[in-house]
């Protein structure tokens, strides 16, 4: 039988919002990325957050996918943002050894969505559409 089950993808502006719930197969997290990868590539996109609110155990193999998808997301331009990671995991990771370095951290959906709101690039004066001088 086939996995047909996704997570979903939101875009909200020019962000993308991925919220993980409940625990996570290996073939969800390869088709996680391809999906993502895909949204991006579709254009439109300067930031990706990833909650991980709804993630109570996270193994090494998902580790490592979202720090790729981090890497992967700011080599196509797009900065990402991890959310919402309970206390006892972050633990885990760092007993592991396991670090996400490309990959910002925030403590929950808000605090990412700001934080790629405060790090987006500004207009450069004198090019929004006004006249010159």
Same mark, same amino acid.
């Given at each position: ?10 875009? =909200?502006? &020019?962000?993308?919002? *991925?919220?993980?719930?409940?625990? /996570?197969? &290996?073939?969800? +997290? ?10 991006? %590539? ?6 990706? *957050? ?5 993630? &109570? +155990? @996270? &193994? ?10 981090? =890497? +992967?997301?700011? =080599? @196509? ?10 206390? @006892? ?8 050894? @396991?670090? /996400? %370095?490309? +990959?910002?951290?925030? /403590?929950?959906? %808000?605090?990412?969505?700001?934080? =790629? ?17």
């Amino acid at each position: 039988m086939t996995e047909t089950f996704r997570i979903p993808i939101i875009k =909200l502006k &020019d962000n993308l919002i *991925v919220s993980i719930q409940g625990s /996570l197969g &290996d073939r969800l +997290v390869i088709q996680l990325k391809e999906d993502i990868t895909s949204a991006i %590539e579709r254009g439109g996109v300067r930031g990706l *957050v990833i909650d991980l609110s709804g993630i &109570d +155990v @996270m &193994d090494s193999f998902i580790s490592r996918a979202i720090r790729d998808i981090g =890497l +992967v997301a700011r =080599l @196509m331009g797009v900065r990402a943002v991890i959310s919402g990671m309970e206390p @006892m995991v972050a633990m885990t990771l760092v007993e592991m050894g @396991m670090g /996400l %370095e490309s +990959v910002k951290a925030a /403590l929950n959906l %808000e605090a990412a969505l700001d934080m =790629l709101a405060r790090d987006a690039p500004r207009p450069l004066e004198g090019f929004g559409g006004k006249g010159r001088g």
